[in-house]
């Protein structure tokens, strides 16, 4: 089994900055991926940001400008760089990583416990 598991959540005023990393370990071929999903209460799962292990990233539109992504590959860690918070951007925010236990094509996607982030002045 795979274990994802995100810290650095915590609450900033707006226009603050925070880093989260997730951290992914256990029986690990290969990463494929990893990204971050959050969610607010009563409201939808909404993706963030993701990187692929070829250095592909991609951003959500309300994120963008704001937010970095970011891999290490030597410590199966993702960052998530977040500068300008706004109050919109409080969530809970889940790692996720897309991950392969052997040579075979297909991978697997884990998620972490998710970290909390509150952006309240």
């Known amino acids: 089994q795979v274990q994802l598991v995100e810290s650095g959540g915590g609450l900033v005023q707006p226009g603050g900055s925070l880093r989260l990393s997730c951290v992914a370990s256990g029986t690990i071929f290969s990463i494929n991926a990893m990204g971050w999903y959050r969610q607010a209460p009563g409201k939808q799962r909404e993706r963030v940001a993701g990187i692929t292990n070829s250095g592909t990233t991609s951003l959500a539109d309300s994120v963008k400008g704001r937010f970095t992504i970011s891999m290490d590959d030597a410590k199966n860690t993702v960052y998530l760089q977040m500068n300008s918070l706004k109050p919109e951007d409080t969530a809970v925010y889940y790692c996720?990583?897309?991950?392969?236990?052997?040579?075979?094509?297909?991978?697997?996607?884990?998620w972490g416990q998710g970290t909390q982030v509150t952006v309240s002045s």
């Open positions: 996720y990583g897309d991950i392969s236990h052997d040579n075979r094509r297909y991978v697997v996607k884990y």
